[in-house]
């Protein structure tokens, strides 16, 4: 892998330039042996790294990556995937998002959990950390993502621009559910303030529950009034997330919990997840997740 993107890259990996390619599978040989794009790269030429691009778009697979190069040390940069739920070691995930700040990820997909026989039995998604329970994204009339090729998200929109990156997803289909009338959720990446702004839009047909999440493995403290809590601590940085809802034009009150995700399966630390769950039932909201950085 090294010598592969030593040669996409031109990152001048000479040691690798000899090194036999000893593949285990036929596709993993054809995607590293074989003449490819990676190829048409000048020898010797060193094109720009991914991590001095302000963002990469992968539109297949539906994932973006928001970058800030103008403030390197105290950049507030993103991730965040729209793809479906029928993925290679698939977790239900359409929406999620990962923050990156000053070494650390304050909010974050927790990842994958470690393998056991579960794991790829048909009990997988029992695991908090392979349904959609366990990553940053809402939980509908009490019930998760669906698990499937038709469970997906859509990029509808984008808008790209120096200052401020916005990417709106289409993912009603994750869940399923014919209650929903139209689910979007929308990311606004502002490199001038250093922060990010998850708004999600639900409108149902009839009126239903709304629950949205965050997780993290750092230190945090918790706020009232907004809901919010600040991640890190001093030494580490920190970022402060605050999330409102809205509902007929009027701020709604909302049921904020913490919970500890303890999978047997899981050999590092556990993350903490934080709900944020409109309290009555709706016939439409907004629900507005601020993410921002300590330092601008």
Not at 40 to 64: N, S
Request: net charge positive; aromatic share 10%; glycine share 6%.
């Amino acid at each position: 892998l090294v010598k592969f993107l030593s040669k996409r890259l031109q990152l001048g990996y000479e040691n690798y330039e000899n090194v036999p390619y000893r593949i285990g599978n036929l596709k993993a040989t054809a995607v590293y042996c074989f003449p490819n794009s990676a190829d048409k790269t000048p020898k010797g030429k060193m094109i720009a790294t991914p991590l001095t691009e302000p963002r990469t778009l992968f539109p297949d697979a539906g994932i973006f990556i928001g970058r800030n190069p103008s403030n390197e040390k105290n950049a507030l940069n993103f991730a965040c995937k729209a793809g479906h739920n029928a993925e290679q070691h698939n977790h239900n995930d359409i929406g999620s998002f990962t923050v990156f700040y000053a070494g650390t990820m304050p909010v974050l997909d927790p990842g994958g959990e470690v393998y056991t026989r579960r794991t790829f039995s048909g009990q997988r998604y029992d695991s908090k950390l392979l349904n959609s329970y366990g990553h940053p994204v809402p939980v509908i009339n009490g019930q998760l993502q669906k698990t499937g090729r038709k469970s997906e998200g859509k990029i509808i929109s984008q808008s790209f621009a120096d200052e401020k990156d916005t990417l709106v997803i289409d993912y009603a289909a994750a869940y399923g559910l014919k209650e929903i009338k139209s689910l979007t959720r929308q990311f606004d990446y502002d490199r001038k303030n250093n922060s990010l702004t998850v708004v999600d839009k639900v409108e149902f047909n009839t009126p239903g529950t709304f629950e949205t999440a965050l997780e993290t493995y750092q230190p945090f403290v918790k706020t009232a009034n907004p809901p919010s809590f600040v991640v890190g601590s001093e030494e580490r940085k920190h970022i402060s997330v605050s999330v409102i809802a809205m509902s007929d034009g009027e701020k709604v009150p909302l049921d904020v919990s913490t919970e500890e995700i303890d999978e047997d399966a899981m050999a590092r630390k556990k993350p903490t997840r934080f709900s944020f769950k409109i309290k009555e039932p709706v016939k439409e909201a907004l629900v507005v997740t601020t993410i921002k950085a300590k330092f601008p």
